[in-house]
């Protein structure tokens, strides 16, 4: 089975852009698709990217998704940073028969 | 609209049993699959399993394997997810999701409210 690895914690300033990366332990990060969530406090988990780069409707264009099978991993880029998008990000991708979540990444926009 | 709704929170003794149920509506119940995830307080999110409703396939994280079961109520749109032995780092908000497809390895695109299950002496 393998992991996902992102990053405990990132921060930036508004309007800035910034990058989350969720990199593939073994195994091919382009095998399964990888998906995007993102969590405030005190609510469920939303849909920002799923399948690797697909912007669910109502998630602003300032979202972006991809993979580079050269480091083993995908990537959210999330540009002219609001303070609302501050919260925890995650994610997720498939084996062939079980689901693994990355470790979570907190966003501050400061 | 599609919505997830889900049992209310639980307080559980170590070594006892939780059931939690996830009521879908909006949408053809059998034609998503349905995932539960959840949540330690403080924690990440951890995937548990799925099950396909029209099927009713299973597929279970290894972590729960013989302790979860994951069933399907066509006529009530319902899913039930069914925790044995618990312990006390069960304790967790659980949720159900909407899968993308019915297939499996597509991410999920609704969620349910979440519920508490408390494991406590």
């Known amino acids: 089975n393998f992991m996902l690895t992102q990053p405990h914690s990132v921060s930036e300033s508004p309007g800035k852009t910034v990058t989350i990366s969720c990199t593939r332990s073994t195994g091919s990060i382009a095998t399964n698709y990888v998906q995007w969530y993102q969590q405030r406090p005190g609510s469920s988990p939303t849909t920002v990217i799923y399948e690797d780069s697909q912007r669910p409707s109502g998630v602003p264009d300032r979202f972006s998704g991809s993979i580079d099978s050269s480091s083993n991993s995908a990537a959210l880029t999330i540009s002219g940073l609001k303070t609302e998008d501050e919260a925890d990000y995650y994610c997720?991708?498939?084996?062939?028969?079980?689901?693994?979540f990355g470790g979570g990444t907190r966003l501050t926009v400061l | 609209q599609v919505q997830l709704v889900q049992s209310g929170a639980e307080v559980k003794k170590p070594g006892a049993s939780v059931k939690v149920s996830c009521k879908a509506s909006g949408y053809i119940f059998t034609t998503y699959g349905i995932s539960w995830v959840r949540q330690a307080p403080g924690q990440g999110l951890e995937w548990m399993g799925w099950i396909d409703t029209s099927k009713g396939n299973t597929n279970y994280a290894q972590n729960f394997e013989g302790r979860l079961t994951l069933a399907t109520d066509t006529f009530t749109s319902t899913v039930y997810m069914d925790l044995r032995s618990l312990r006390s780092d069960d304790t967790a908000v659980y949720y159900c999701a909407r899968d993308r497809r019915q297939f499996f390895g597509y991410g999920t695109d609704y969620w349910g409210q979440g519920t508490l299950v408390t494991v406590s002496s």
């Open positions: 997720q991708s498939f084996g062939n028969n079980w689901g693994v």
